[in-house]
């Protein structure tokens, strides 16, 4: 155990034991973050879409085959692998039962097969197993793959995600990145402060495939997550049969060694900052909502129950409203987002296609002298071919220095509308706080994460059939009659790709914007709807107090004047650990 680790799990231990002693926090939210502190516990989520091997590579990377591999879905079911003496499993059942069970017991709960639709209501199994990888409490969270014909598979590991300390992302070497893949990227990165992508199945590519493999692969993830990714070529399959066989890999030839070495490199340099910080994160947000519900249902006490159900009523018409505010402001953000298309864009795209025409004019004359000694079919090939190419590298230049300008005016974009909504949300809290009298500090909520993707799009080069078909009539016409012929072509060929590539990156850029703003209405629509849940919960324990005796009210009124009390005094002590351990 890395020496920092010591004195912060003791005293985030204490304030955890302390946090259980406070009325109304829950209890099994309570019991997983103490189970997390004491046993060190680190999640790391291995997610990706169906049939990319990441059971395989589990069981690669724990020698031992241990999860169920196959080409047919699993259910909605996380499934936990832990340290253990021995290879057993736990069922923990959605009622809350559990039962321990053999771990060729396993596939009758995690697989379609055995557990249609999850027909048993399983929540989640942990399976224990002796591996050296799980020693000092890290965990492998396999979960269900997305992208499926099972949507609640995808609806699963979204919502694991938050629980991950790291995500080890599977991708494969014999299918190109999708665009599912790669939302589901930015999704984890809003959580997860270290993500290994691991590109599998490479066996599968001669060595010159898995170049170019993993040189395509890098470009689209630097594209989409606006950085430098490193790929982590992997053969599970290979793998795990070499270990099986109680074989060794001197030479690496499976990949897997080296994603070890990157592995035992980050829990060494970076797994204590990250567990300090991520278990931090989720304590503030457990004092944050018990602290609100705690001030409310004070002042319910103080209030007739006549006098609650109207400021009920006037919450409920109030949330109504603001969410009504935010899912117009939605559509705001779109509309602004096409305006910049119109505005900026579509001025810079026309500029750009002015531009380029006049070059290529000039081009076309100076290719094509040289080429028409070679013949008819050279000159057309010869044009076609640098025609392409200077499209190609014109319109890669401008999009990538046009993606900058673009999304520093969007990050402006956001930044607004992420203040207005965050106003909204802290709107909704002021006025609860307004009609029961209390006193209201808005917590600052973190910036909005940057996205600096850049904008891609299909290159298109295919000439039309008709195209081909007069090409090849012209080629039997003397030079001094085809030359003119094919340099008139070859421009509006010329023409022809210019506006297909204009299309397609306009395309690309409102897609872009299109999901850009679905991603951002659903954040701030969960942010909303926690509050909101939150203050009429507390509405309603105020409402339910009213059958209490007068007594029994200076009782739980005292109760919830120590409560507050003790959530003070433990909000001070964490700021100070945090700011010792920072």
């Known amino acids: 155990m890395n020496a920092m680790f010591q004195p912060n799990q003791s005293e985030l231990s204490s304030i955890i034991r302390d946090m259980s002693g406070v009325a109304g926090m829950q209890e099994d939210l309570m019991a997983s973050l103490q189970r997390k502190i004491d046993g060190h516990l680190f999640n790391i989520v291995v997610a990706g879409e169906f049939k990319r091997g990441k059971s395989t590579f589990i069981n690669a990377l724990l020698g031992d085959e241990v999860l169920p591999m196959g080409v047919v879905p699993l259910t909605s079911v996380i499934t936990i692998v832990k340290s253990g003496p021995s290879a057993a499993i736990r069922v923990q059942f959605s009622n809350g039962d559990s039962q321990l069970a053999q771990l060729s017991r396993l596939p009758d709960y995690v697989t379609e ?15 224990y197993h002796p591996s050296s990888w799980l020693k000092a409490g890290l965990q492998l969270v396999d979960t269900p793959g997305v992208g499926s014909v099972h949507q609640q598979n995808s609806e699963v590991t979204h919502h694991y995600l938050p629980q991950s300390d790291a995500v080890i992302f599977i991708i494969s070497a014999d299918q190109p990145l999708s665009h599912n893949e790669l939302d589901f990227l930015v999704c984890i990165r809003r959580h997860a402060a270290k993500v290994f992508c691991v590109l599998n199945k490479v066996d599968l590519l001669s060595p010159s495939e898995l170049q170019e493999s993993i040189a395509f692969t890098s470009g689209t ?19 795990l049969q070499v270990r099986k066989e109680g074989g060794l890999e001197p030479g690496g030839d499976s990949g897997l060694p080296n994603f070890e070495y990157a592995l035992q490199h980050f829990l060494r340099d970076d797994r204590e900052r990250i567990w300090i910080e991520s278990t931090c994160r989720q304590i503030v947000q457990c004092l944050a909502q018990r602290e609100l519900a705690n001030d409310v249902e004070i002042r319910a006490l103080e209030l007739p129950l006549e006098q609650l159900e109207l400021r ?8 109504a409203a603001l969410l ?3 899912e117009d402001m939605g559509c705001l953000i779109l509309s602004d987002c096409q305006k910049t298309v119109k505005r900026r864009l579509q001025p810079d795209l026309d500029t750009f296609k002015r531009h380029l025409r006049s070059q290529l004019q ?11 000694r070679g013949g008819t079919r050279a000159l057309q090939a010869g044009l076609e071919e640098r025609t392409v190419s200077a499209i190609r590298s014109a319109f890669d230049a401008w999009r990538k220095e046009e993606g900058v300008l673009l999304n520093a005016e969007l990050e402006e974009t956001h930044t607004r509308f992420w203040t207005q909504m965050c106003g909204l949300v802290d709107d909704l809290a002021k006025y609860s706080a307004s009609i029961f009298e209390i006193p209201f500090a808005p917590v600052q909520l973190e910036a909005l994460q940057k996205d600096t993707r850049e904008f891609s799009y299909k290159f298109w080069s295919e000439p039309s059939g008709l195209s081909l078909l007069g090409n090849l009539l012209i080629r039997g016409l003397p030079m001094i009659f085809s030359y003119p012929i094919l340099l008139r072509r070859a421009r509006l060929r010329a023409d022809e790709l210019i506006e297909t590539q204009a299309g397609r990156i306009r395309h690309d850029f409102e897609e872009h914007l299109r999901k850009d703003a679905t991603l951002f209405q659903q954040e701030m629509s969960n942010r909303h709807e926690a509050v909101g849940l939150s203050i009429e919960q507390s509405i309603r324990s105020g409402m339910e107090s009213k059958a209490l005796t007068e007594a029994e009210v200076v009782i739980r009124r005292a109760d919830l004047s120590s409560t507050r009390t003790k959530i ?15």
């Not at 009920?312 to 949330?319: E, G, P």
């Not at 076309?364 to 028409?372: C, K, S």
């Open 362 to 372: 000039d081009h076309l004359e100076q290719w094509g002298l040289p080429l028409r």
């Open 312 to 319: 009920l009523d006037a919450f409920s018409k109030k949330r």
């Open 113 to 127: 097969q055995g557990n249609p639709g999850n027909c048993k209501e399983v929540r989640d199994v942990t399976v």
């Open 221 to 239: 993830l630097r594209k989409a997550m606006g950085m430098e990714v490193p790929i982590l070529p992997i053969s599970a399959r290979q793998a």
């Open 324 to 326: 009504q505010a935010q």
């Open 568 to 582: 003070g005094c433990i909000k001070e002590r964490l700021v100070g650990h945090i700011k010792a351990a920072a």
